[in-house]
């Protein structure tokens, strides 16, 4: 079993691993980023065959390297993400182990002890970069134990192939929502089912929008000014080609969300009924971090408080890829650049 001691131990090898990975190599610090999957890529391996990022190549790249267009592509596939993230880790050597499997990280005295099911590392400081794929959210709703059909969230859905000819509830008006149902729209009998109404996107308004906007609001509120809502105003759901066509074709339209579930479908409070063969549920994520357990930093809530990415109640740790709260937009490729620097330059500062 390993047992190695290093400056900084990254846990995690997705797109926020990566990106802390390049930042911690220009300050010239003695890393390994410690990855649970067998290949690159992290998350990207395991979402449905048809998704698309929503903000073109260009505005999709982590620092240092820009993500290629895809051929034939203005908003890049799952497929070419991986394959850019494949490259980049071999493009600057970062030094990833895998597969790793980290089961708790503790202090122990001016270390933090990792352990993984490959053995222990000791470090003068972490950056947990786990991101949320695999902590995915239901919701409490009544009757969802008595459905009789087949119940699965975004992380399960691959292709509309093996739903064909059947009756599909889709619920949530995010951006997953919204391709999944797209994607369903066809060949299935769905019934898309959101919160609150669908607000779209206009057509020429894509994930550059979003991020400026989520950038603003960040500055704002760290300068102490009132949130504008930039963000909010703008919409939920990117019009990304599949989208668009299935909306523009009449097949896209939002129901209000169900007031619970019975063996054979969905009832609203009205007592009209939908009749389901699967509900999938793209309701969101919660962190990853129940490795972080043994720190018994978790409030109430299950975040962590943290002052930029590091650990309000302890300096060693920091925090990445697990959105606004940890960065603006930094569960994003484009948008964990920021703060993947700023904890490797604080945490430079912090061991020397």
């Not at 001691?5 to 995690?12: A, F, H, P, S, T």
């Not at 820009?66 to 034939?72: A, D, I, K, L, R």
């Not at 299950?302 to 569960?331: F, K, M, N, Q, V």
Request: with cysteine; proline share 6%.
């Amino acid at each position: 079993m390993t047992q190695e001691c290093v400056d900084v131990v990254v846990i995690g090898g997705g797109q926020a691993g990566l990106a802390a990975g390049y930042h911690l190599r220009r300050q010239g610090l003695d890393f390994v980023i410690l990855d649970a999957q067998p290949t690159p890529g992290g998350a990207w391996l395991h979402t449905w065959d048809s998704l698309h990022l929503f903000s073109p190549a260009a505005f999709s790249s982590l620092p240092g390297r820009p993500m290629p267009v895809q051929v034939g592509e203005v908003y890049p596939d799952a497929r070419h993400v991986v394959e850019y993230l494949t490259e980049y880790e071999q493009r600057y050597e970062l030094p990833v182990a895998r597969p790793v499997r980290v089961h708790g990280v503790h202090r122990d005295g001016a270390h933090l002890r990792v352990e993984s099911d490959s053995g222990t590392w000791r470090a003068r400081a972490v950056v947990s970069a786990t991101g949320t794929w695999w902590r995915p959210f239901l919701p409490a709703i009544a009757g969802r134990t008595d459905f009789g059909g087949r119940q699965l969230h975004t992380v399960d859905y691959r292709s509309p192939a093996e739903f064909a000819g059947q009756r599909v509830v889709v619920v949530g008006g995010g951006n997953s929502g919204a391709q999944i149902a797209a994607d369903l729209a066809y060949d299935t009998e769905l019934t898309w089912v959101t919160q609150r109404p669908a607000r779209f996107l206009a057509d020429d308004i894509d994930g550059r929008a979003l991020f400026d906007a989520a950038t603003a609001r960040h500055r704002a509120l760290d300068a102490g000014r009132t949130d504008t809502g930039g963000v909010a105003s703008l919409g939920d759901i990117v019009a990304v080609p599949p989208v668009r066509a299935a909306r523009d074709a009449g097949l896209l339209k939002a129901s209000p969300m169900f007031d619970r579930l019975e063996r054979g479908g969905v009832v609203w409070a009205d007592g009209t009924r939908a009749e389901a063969d699967a509900i999938i549920w793209c309701t969101g994520f919660r962190p990853a971090l129940s490795h972080l357990g043994p720190l018994h930093l978790r409030g109430p809530r299950g975040h962590i408080a943290t002052e930029g990415t590091r650990a309000a109640d302890e300096p060693r740790l920091h925090l990445l890829g697990y959105g606004d709260w940890t960065g603006p937009a930094s569960a994003t490729l484009i948008g964990v650049g920021r703060p993947a620097r700023d904890a490797a330059r604080e945490i430079a500062g912090l061991l020397r």
